[in-house]
């Protein structure tokens, strides 16, 4: 029986090992951008059950209100269009409220209901391109570094940004569940 399993080692083909590398490169990718999905998922249903009210509401004392991280999260996804390479952004206005000022910067905000439909607006073009980028893609750098530094640092590449964005999601998802009841 050794005698079997020592001859079928030697004469059985090699495994396709770029197969194998294809089909863990499509795997780790299937399981970042589910992650994605399932926190952006969360948050959408979340900022549809808040009420105009409740966005208002602080999420701790003295914290962002749910309408400015409606309008941050919105600005924050409206950005990965550039950086992944794929369109323009919609809202850059957006950046100067809810990007480079604080929450009580004192800044007039747009009606919820505006912001609202940028959020769905984003998210659902966002969610196209995502669905739309091939697994080679992923791996390739993103806008915001040089082609230097990516030579130095293949990890900065375009699914990087997918992981580093889901976590800022995660995070603020988390500070939104305070206001829902």
């Known amino acids: 029986m050794l005698l079997v399993s020592a001859l079928t080692l030697i004469f059985e083909p090699e ?5 194998m590398q294809t089909d863990t490169k499509e795997v780790f990718i299937k399981m970042v951008l589910s992650n994605w999905q399932t926190q952006n998922s969360r948050l959408d249903a979340l900022f549809d059950k808040l009420t105009d009210e409740e966005l208002w509401a602080e999420t701790a004392p003295g914290r962002n209100t749910g309408v400015y991280l409606l309008g941050h999260m919105t600005a924050v996804h409206d950005g990965m269009f550039t950086i992944l390479g794929f369109r323009e952004r919609l809202y850059p206005e957006l950046d100067e409220v809810f990007l480079n000022n604080p929450d009580k910067s004192g800044l007039p905000k747009p009606p919820v209901g505006d912001l609202r439909v940028c959020w769905k ?5 966002l969610e196209e391109h995502i669905n739309a980028t091939s697994a080679d893609e992923w791996f390739k750098r993103h806008n915001s570094v040089s082609d230097e530094d990516f030579a130095k640092e293949p990890h900065r590449n375009k699914l990087n940004i997918i992981i580093n964005r889901t976590n800022h999601l995660s995070t603020h998802l988390g500070q939104m569940a305070y206001l829902s009841k």
């Open 15 to 19: 495994p396709n090992t770029e197969n």
């Open 121 to 125: 607006q984003v998210s659902t073009i």
